[in-house]
């Protein structure tokens, strides 16, 4: 018997973003479900609500099953409708907010789109610096303006650096840097650039040679670049590397970039 398919929405009067995080966060602790997971966001007035509750009552009806529904609509009447759906409607506002109220004594401000709205907050400015940044410091682009970088990333190419910085960047406003590892870098058995007197912010990656290797094959294959062997000499000369240099790493082949994120916050201790 195959998983159980359910269709899951997020539904939002902002960008949908909570609703989406707080979904997946639960969602995740049921491996036997398949999940089809869509998102509405900006459901800002009656015609929207309307429409999304059609929405959702059509995919429960081409799936013969009723649709879970996951909302942070601040609006109670566009609450309502939405939770008119012939849906499991679960409420972010209702389940945590409320309760927090009565905890608090205070009435929460009800604002919409509080979480992801501002843009001109001083924490968006600080993200979209940041993501510049990262931009221009991505694959050993350029090793200038190195001092003003929270983290530094170093690994053999297709490791996962790119999207752990640029995550690193958009999430929490951190301006992440990284550097591959190449086989001139082994041969001259030293870091590439001007990485030396930035040591203290340092943190590699390395993978299973043959995931590298299946990684590889998709954009080059047949190729030294991804032959199996190759994988296996860059990824044991990387990590010797990493060892003599005193760098912490962390193996990426089964980790998300979620984790390997909060495992490089952790490490060096950034906030």
Not at 8 to 17: E, I, N, P
Request: aromatic letters at 8%; one cysteine or more.
């Amino acid at each position: 018997m195959g998983p159980t398919k359910r269709s899951v929405f997020f539904v939002s009067d902002g960008t949908g973003l909570t609703a989406e995080a707080l979904g997946h966060s639960l969602l995740t602790q049921f491996e036997r479900v398949e999940f089809t997971q869509i998102r509405i966001p900006f459901v800002d007035n009656l015609a929207r609500a309307q429409e999304a509750v059609a929405r959702i009552n059509g995919q429960g009806e081409a799936d013969g099953m009723r649709a879970i529904v996951f909302t942070t609509l601040i609006d109670q009447q566009l609450a309502d409708i939405v939770h008119q759906a012939d849906a499991f409607c679960l409420s972010y506002f209702d389940s945590f907010l409320a309760p927090l109220e009565g905890e608090l004594g205070v009435k929460s401000s009800h604002t919409v789109g509080r979480s992801h709205g501002s843009a001109d907050s001083s924490d968006y400015k600080k993200r979209i610096e940041a993501i510049n940044y990262t931009l221009a410091h991505d694959d050993g682009i350029t090793d200038r303006d190195l001092e003003q970088a929270d983290v530094i990333l170093v690994a053999v190419s297709r490791c996962g650096k790119t999207p752990t910085s640029l995550y690193l960047a958009m999430q929490f406003g951190l301006k992440a840097a990284n550097f591959p590892l190449i086989p001139e870098d082994f041969e001259r058995g030293r870091l590439p650039g001007t990485l030396q007197k930035h040591r203290s912010k340092l943190f590699g990656l390395t993978i299973q040679p043959e995931r590298l290797h299946r990684i590889r094959e998709e954009r080059r294959a047949n190729s030294k670049y991804a032959s199996l062997g190759n994988c296996r000499y860059e990824v044991a000369e990387a990590e010797k590397m990493m060892r003599r240099e005193g760098i912490r790493w962390l193996d990426s082949s089964t980790k998300s970039i979620e984790e390997i994120s909060t495992t490089v916050l952790q490490e060096l201790k950034l906030r």
